[in-house]
């Protein structure tokens, strides 16, 4: 992705070596897995999953945080990749007759406190509702890279657009349709929902892709890394890697090729209108 040397986003608040405050996240793998397969990469109930990890390290102080030559390019890089999202939302809803309110990005090490709970590293990157905010590790790159088998620049900036378009879904009204199936349905009946939220929030993914690639932003290879990413995350995957087999039922995120695939559907599209996920026969 041609990213060096571009303005990044005002819309940054560094919080490294903050710490979160409160109970921080804990406990073994297990704990670890049962995050990132309900959370990772998407705006499932925090909230809920942290008060139901249990476990913790209580009171304990977070390590002093020291950024390294490597943490300063990544803080760049996502800083201009969300001011890249900023642009391209702000055109989109405009093009809609909308008004584009944009996010904040929040760096931050070890743990968090959001308006959705204190979470730690663990959960990987999300997007908190009730506050508009988009929170990442840095060091979730290198997970990205190593565990999760997803290099390039390119699979991170997947990542960070796929927050985004939860925070689009928030200012379209979907997030708070989502909150009222929680208060009605059974947990098998709304992960059936939060599934097609997922893979609309890749759609959205994938069409930002679409006007990066308009504006020349994008080198060759690049939407290869994040269908490779969209893959690695996928529940059937995850599942199958840390638990041994597939529970469809409690699937949250898609599949893998559902996740391939609407992201790609929105990046062939470059708009709004084909990503109603909800209304889709065939995901």
Known sequence: MQWRGRQ?????????????????????????????????????????????????????????????????????????????????????FEEEGMVYKKPTLVLYSGSVQSACGVA??????????????????????????????APGDFAMAYVIAHEVGHH?????????????????????????????????????????????????LLDEGDIDEALNAASAVGDDTLQKKYQGHVVPESFTHGTSEQRKRWFYKGYQAGNLDQGDTFKARNL
């Open 8 to 92: 990044g986003s005002s819309n940054v608040e560094d919080r490294r070596g903050m710490g979160g405050g409160g109970m921080l996240m804990g406990g073994g793998i297990g704990g670890v897995v049962l995050v990132l397969i309900m959370t990772l990469l998407g705006g499932g109930d925090l909230g809920d999953v942290l008060n139901n990890i249990g476990g913790g390290t209580g009171g304990q102080s977070p390590a002093p945080y020291q950024e390294t030559a490597e943490d300063r390019e990544l803080a760049e890089f996502v800083s201009v990749v969300l001011a890249d999202t900023e642009q391209v939302w702000t055109e989109i």
């Open 120 to 149: 730690g590293s663990a959960v990987g990157p999300f997007y908190c509702p009730g506050d508009q905010k988009l929170y990442i590790d840095l060091s979730f790159y290198k997970e990205l890279q190593t565990k999760f088998q």
């Open 168 to 216: 689009v879904q928030t200012l379209l009204g979907t997030s708070e349709k989502m909150a009222s199936l929680r208060q009605r349905l059974s947990e098998t009946e709304y992960n059936k929902y939060q599934v097609r939220m997922e893979l609309q929030a890749d759609y959205y993914a994938g069409v930002w892709a679409n006007r990066a690639e308009s504006l020349n």
